[in-house]
């Protein structure tokens, strides 16, 4: 393993690192308050206020903001009652509407399981969503008002309250169809112009979420849970993954997405785009639940007679194509690698490409994964032919290299003047072994993000791994290591062993001074903790790509016969103005007759 295999690997370990520490799990700083009006408040002309009070009262302030009654005179009657659900299911979805508050309260996605293999549900009673109406001199929360079913058939129910104006709250619930997770929704604002105040043109809806954790490694769950947005015309963004988080913008937005590891329930606003947004994030202690989301969504009012609001709800699966399908750019919330776009295209184009049409009519993810190595070794197999031929030249120009080092060792500047005449002479880049391993980067860190984000993987077991896409632990220590963690990952260990065998074998081939060499066998031992706890499948994927390299160099060290080479480079010597030099090579020199003339000066 020369110097620039090991400047290479060194910064993919530096990236892998890099990755771990800033989307790795971090102790919440302190807790965010989470608005949640239940109670009446006075409304003003000024847009915000209402949102301001809520505040005021969730902070125990009510000197400036005392409600005058928990209700209105008079709707009393709408504010109580027994609480019913209502079920809608095709093959894939069921959900529950309930009766107080006429909102989703229970979302299962059927075809699924949790860790625990128990049903999966992305929503339950710990999530409230409803509207805040400013009515008259108050602000009424639709959360404390009890619908009835006016109309409901096998796949819609409206849910409906009358209000004692003679205005009326519809919130209509339609599935798609059978075998989708979309469901249609509807809210209609009727004959309420005269109860919301003309100088309010706006409410609100407030949305709460209690993620439930359904993986088996909760930490790993809970740093890949956080809120997805994509305000009109833009790329959508999302809040940070690692700590608590909030933000506020007053841009139209398209939909607000409660994101998990392979997961997310999304509210899609299909005709008038949210006028502006409150979004926050709170991580929870515990395993039950990964992390407390809000979004407080501000939704346009024109004083008609009857105001309609088209949206539709997504409760399912972060799968590409599904996703994709819906010309949203909700795919993006699976992390691919969005934000540098060679990782996102070769996840895009390549990788996902490969694992639909091996998983067409293979079944075992273990043999995908090594089929996808294979593709990946055959794809890159000029780069890498490249750069171990450049090394075994290096190899071969390693005894001329020593006599100019004991020449001009001394002389630094002459020393590299006299290396670059013999690499032009016979023909060598000394950069020729660096270059093709950096062009790999892409396909190494895109491996990286795919793998864990894969929900092709989960749940899908291979040997003694039970879930291809968390960790396979073999035995649990009966304490924690730092930087390791408590279980025992084969997988990892069979990579990290692999990789140590292959730097040994590239150690005892190439021309690396001695004191790179322990470098090459620490950063091993360092991705063994980093990886531990990562997707199985990633290390499975590095331990077959292991495995292929050895075969791989194998065939290039019978292919490439070093006397010839030898043989090679001396007829470049005799002909020196066959070799055309490199612009790298060109400007190298360039550099090397300035730093000379500045020296004589």
Known sequence: MDKNTVTGISLIAIILLASFYFFGPKKSAKPIIVNHVDSTQPVSAKKGSIADTAKKIAAGDTTSAKPKSNVPTGW??????????????????????????????????????????????????????GYQLPIGSQTISTEGLYFTPIAQTAGSITMAVKLPNGGQIEQTYFLKNDSDYQVGYKLVLDGMKDVIPNNINYFFLNWRGAILSNEHDSTISKINTTIHYRNVGETPSYLSETKDDQETFKKPTDWVSFKQQFFCQTLISTEKPFEDAELSTELTTGNTYNKKLKAELTLPYGHSQSETYNMQYYFGPLDYHLMRGMHLDLERQIPLGWSFFLIAWVNRFLVIPAFDFLSGFISNYGIIILLIAVLIKIITLPFTYKSYLSSAKMRVLKPELDELKAKFGKEPTKLQGEQMKLYRKAGVSPFGGCLPLLLQFPILISMYRFFPSSIELRQQGF????????????????????????????????????????????????????????????????????????????????????????VQQYIFKKAIDEKKLIAQIEENKKKPTATKKSRLQQRLEDLQKQQQARTRR
């Open 76 to 129: 009393e009657s709408i504010t109580t009652g027994q609480n019913k659900e209502y079920t809608l299911e095709n093959a894939k979805l069921r959900i529950r509407i309930a009766s107080k508050g006429g909102m989703i309260d229970y979302a299962e996605l059927k075809n699924y399981k949790t860790a625990a293999q128990k049903p999966l549900i992305l929503l339950d009673s710990s999530s409230h969503s």
């Open 463 to 550: 040997l003694w791994a039970h879930d291809l896409s968390t960790y396979d632990s073999i035995y649990t220590l009966p304490f924690s290591i730092p930087a390791y963690g408590n279980h025992v990952s084969l997988f990892c260990i069979l990579m990290t062993i692999s990789t140590i065998i292959y730097t040994h074998i590239n150690n005892q081939l190439s021309p690396q001074q001695s004191e790179f060499k322990w470098l090459s066998y620490i950063m091993p031992i360092f991705l063994l903790g980093v990886f531990n706890r990562y997707a199985a499948g990633l290390s499975l994927y590095y331990f077959y790509f292991n495995i292929l390299t050895f």
